[in-house]
Structure formats: C-alpha cells, structure tokens
C-alpha cells in the first residue's frame, strides 16, 4: 500500500486540497462541495452532515490543463493580501 499524504487548507468556501498525487482545489459549503481533484478530474460530492454518508460523482474528463496555476496564482494573492495587511496593517 504504501504511505499516503493528504492536507487541506480552508479559506472560507474555497478549498485548497495538496496530497502525494498534486494539488486539487474545490468550493462549496454544508452538505454540498464541487471541484477539481489532484488529476484533473472534475467532481460533485453530496454529504449528509455529521453522518459520514456522502454520494460523490466524478467526471470522466480532465478539467483545464492551467487549474493548478489559478490555484497557485489565488493562493499567493492572498498569502500576499494577508501579509500586507498583518505587517503594515
């Protein structure tokens, strides 16, 4: 099997999921969730709150080849915004 890796970073909405196979990026809240995973593949997930219980579809095709690069672009825009404001606040 092997060792597997997998962290998530919450900005609101937006999430930023980085694991062994690349970074994903998806948005939503509550019981609701859509996005891109680590191969470029689109998908929706469905979760009953608190039980665990989800119904997840994925789509066979891969999303835009530049996903990771918006990815990376918005999230050094706000670690940027976010220090800026910190230090000279």
Not at 13 to 28: D, E, T, W
Not at 74 to 80: A, E, K, M, P, W
Request: with cysteine; hydrophobic share 35%; net charge positive.
């Amino acid at each position: 099997m092997g060792w597997c890796y997998r962290k998530s970073v919450n900005l609101g909405p937006f999430r930023i999921n980085a694991s062994k196979s690349g970074l994903g990026y998806s948005l939503g809240s509550g019981g609701f969730r859509t996005g891109v995973n680590a191969k470029g593949r689109r998908y929706s997930r469905v979760t009953i709150p608190g039980t665990g219980v989800y119904y997840n579809t994925t789509s066979g095709k891969k999303a835009g080849g530049m996903g990771c690069l918006v990815v990376l672009a918005i999230t050094l825009g706000l670690v940027g915004a976010l220090w800026l404001a910190w230090y000279h606040g």
